[in-house]
């Protein structure tokens, strides 16, 4: 029997290897990490990530040939192949701050590996990486191997959360780089007939290593960019009378472009976007093409623009202030269908108001109170360390309360504002809202989500972003 290890249980490292379970019963997957609270939560009915489909599939494979477990070292020292999945955070301090991934944790992995492995393997990057990685983790793996082979492999993953599942069960492709040797050949074969048990061949892209390392962080920037056109886009329709959405939809529909993607927001969250295009911001920067580097942080200023501006709007639509104001926020998470809040936009739009003194009140379905005070007080880039790693109680940020229901969150606000696209938001009873807030009443939807007609006959004054604006928000001092 083919034995698989991951190292990293998180967002990346179960989800996929709960896939490779099910799809393989004839392999036997072993997923290991370093934060107990974490394999705990993997081996019980609360399972640490919210994800659409994950139950079923962890409850069919858990303890058949799907298992969590601390002992990192025995798993991996049995395992054939050895995913690594750990985190690659943005680096805080030292050279390339705030630019560079910081590769501690999986160099601390790759000499894990070396130092118990009795046997060859195949070792699997599956964390995003900066390209060349492969190089470095290769010499730690080679000079400490006492005569074990090994082969590097490059499988970045491509699933989005919320959509997990669906997305490993039919990927658009899978991307596996390897040395153009006739061992590293070969690796690429095995790990290619793992994925063949249920992604078609032609789905399955072999390319050299430092292709696939470089294209998984091309794929996060050109869909971050994306968004950042369209949000770029929603600016100009605000000031023109344009709408964004009637702009996206008569652009996408050129197929050459394409539809996804296009929806205006209050700026992209999430783990990933952010830290990968200011890695290969640093990337391009190191190899002396300062031009491109600034061509890629240009989407970072833009989404950072489009949160600002948001906050911005909020503020000089309610008279320029929102000192001891109650505003509300539904949604928290950087997207729907899932719990995750790494940088989402909810965090700066937050601690926008918050620097005016607002008062807030959130509700999210599935973030968590302590979640929301930890992100509110915590470090840039603090975040995405292993659990046992971040700071251990959050200072309670007073001005924040945390509801489990939306009309408890907006009740006597002066304004609220959609950050999340939860579908339950667009059903809500809005007329019960506005008649439980303070006059006028405000709603800022940050996701286009609601059905803007309704809300102006009920009485809201309301922005939507890239959509023409309400003759109130038009006179009031474009701070924007
Ligand atoms: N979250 C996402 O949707 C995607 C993430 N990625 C990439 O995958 C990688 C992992 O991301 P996530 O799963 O979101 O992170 P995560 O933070 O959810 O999981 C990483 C896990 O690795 C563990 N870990 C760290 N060092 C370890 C070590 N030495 N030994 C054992 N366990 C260790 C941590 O405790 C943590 O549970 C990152 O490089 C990310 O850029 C790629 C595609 C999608
Ligand atoms: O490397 C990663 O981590 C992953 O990053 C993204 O996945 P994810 O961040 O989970 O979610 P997305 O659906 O891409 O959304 C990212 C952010 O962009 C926002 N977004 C997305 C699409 C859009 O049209 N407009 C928009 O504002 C979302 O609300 C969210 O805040 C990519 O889509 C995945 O392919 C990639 O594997």
Known sequence: MVKICCIGAGYVGGPTMAVIALKCPHVEVAVVDISVPRINAWNSDQLPIYEPGLEDIVKQCR??????????????????IVFVSVNT????????????ADLTYWESAARMIADVSVSDKIVVEKSTVPVKTAEAIEKILMHNSKGI????LSNPEFLAEGTAITDLFNPDRVLIGGRETPEGFKAVQTLKEVYANWVPEN???TTNLWSAELSKLAANAFLAQRISSVNAMSALCESTGADVTQVAYAVGTDSRIGPKFLNASVGFGGSC?????LNLVYICQCNGLPEVAEYW???????????????????SSMFNTVSNKKVAILGFAFKKDTGDTRETPAIDVCKGLLGDKAQISIYDPQVTEDQIQ???SMKKFDWDHPLHLQPMSPTTVKQVSVKWDAYEATKDA?????LTEWDEFKSLDYQKIFDNMQKPAFIFDGRNVLNVDKLREIGFIVYSIGKPLDAWLKDMPAFV
């Open 297 to 315: 942080k240009q989407v970072i200023k833009i989404n950072d623009y489009q949160k600002n501006r948001f906050v911005n709007r909020i503020v």
């Open 149 to 152: 082979k090994f082969q590097i």
């Open 273 to 277: 976007f952010q830290k990968d295009i």
């Open 89 to 100: 955070p943005t680096k805080t301090t030292g050279l390339g701050a705030g630019k560079a």
């Open 63 to 80: 303890g058949k040939n799907l298992f969590f477990s601390t002992d990192v070292e025995k798993h991996v020292r049995e395992a054939d």
């Open 414 to 418: 002066h304004a609220v504002c959609v």
């Open 374 to 376: 930890r992100d509110l």
């Open 203 to 205: 789905q399955i892209i």
